[in-house]
């Protein structure tokens, strides 16, 4: 079972990957992972720390499990044998218009009795996460223009609408 979300960004591709994968700036700006632990790269151990409904956070061990600079960060990582997530996201540039989508896919016995009461608070979660994603971007660029740095694609740099979102749910066992 697999939910994914998309969300349309004004910018340039690599201010999207820069703020996505540059790890330490989660806690100030990300509601749906806290934290994660570890570097980046395929075959790493990660410890997520997530929240379902903002309160209550958990660590779930994950592997990165794709790793392709500037379009794609995908992990895996649950409760092995019961239920497992695959968590992804993508990273695409047209006309000046940055494509976010992320999705999680479950598999594991658990999954046809856990995925229907999780649905809805996850698919607020990775929604509420593109939208402050899309917020980082656009402040760490009012924040390159201040500075006189626009046009940075340095992650040291870039630290300093309204979306329209698609949600996509695939109900089907998978």
Not at 50 to 71: H, N, Q, W
Request: with cysteine; net charge positive.
């Amino acid at each position: 079972m697999q939910i994914s979300t998309e969300l349309a960004i004004p910018g340039r591709a690599d201010e999207v990957w820069a703020v996505l994968i540059y790890l330490p700036s989660y806690p100030q700006w990300n509601p749906f992972i806290r934290r994660v632990g570890g570097s980046l790269a395929e075959g790493v151990a990660w410890k997520a720390e997530l929240t379902i409904d903002g309160r209550l956070f958990f660590s779930v061990p994950t592997v990165i499990t794709k790793l392709m600079s500037g379009a794609r960060l995908t992990w895996r990582g649950g409760l092995p044998k019961l239920m497992i997530g695959t968590h992804s996201f993508g990273v695409t540039e047209a006309s000046g218009v940055v494509t976010l989508q992320q999705s999680e896919k479950f598999s594991g016995p658990l999954v046809p009795v856990v995925f229907p009461l999780l649905k809805p608070s996850l698919i607020r979660r990775l929604t509420e996460m593109n939208e402050a994603l899309m917020s980082e971007v656009v402040r760490r660029k009012a924040s390159e223009r201040e500075c006189g740095f626009e046009g940075s694609t340095d992650t040291a740099v870039l630290e300093r609408r309204r979306p329209q979102h698609i949600v996509r749910n695939d109900d089907r066992a998978q």
